[in-house]
Nanobody, 127 residues
């Protein structure tokens, strides 16, 4: 059974940092591109970042560029989203999603692109 589990969310002050983890089970994550998307209350889900299966390609939304980084440890079947200089507008539920692909350079921040989803982890940026 394929499963993605996010962790690492929480309450942080503006300017603070969090590292989110997306742990996969039931499949080899190195065959999958991984995306991080978030959803704020009353808003549509938006793409934040993604990483290709080979880690050769990454993408960041303009709103997080320069503040967030993404990486993966295929030995641990885990993808990380390091979030620095957090702002209140980063608040939301963060989801990781996976798509099997043989294209080692493909990833997407479109929700429609992904087949597997985690349950989400809450990130709240507030003083």
């Amino acid at each position: 059974q394929l499963q993605l589990v996010e962790s690492g969310g929480g309450l942080v002050q503006p300017g603070g940092s969090l590292r989110l983890s997306c742990a996969a089970s039931g499949f080899a994550q190195n065959d999958y591109a991984i995306g991080w998307l978030r959803q704020a209350p009353g808003k549509e889900r938006e793409g934040v970042s993604c990483i290709s299966s080979s880690s050769s390609a990454t993408y960041f939304a303009d709103s997080v560029k320069g503040r967030f980084t993404i990486s993966r440890d295929n030995a641990k079947n885990t993808v990380y989203l390091q979030m620095n200089s957090l702002k209140p507008e980063d608040t939301g539920v963060y989801y990781c999603a996976a798509k099997f692909t043989r294209d080692y350079y493909w990833c997407s921040v479109s929700a429609d692109a992904y087949d597997e989803w985690g349950q989400g982890t809450q990130v709240t940026v507030s003083s």
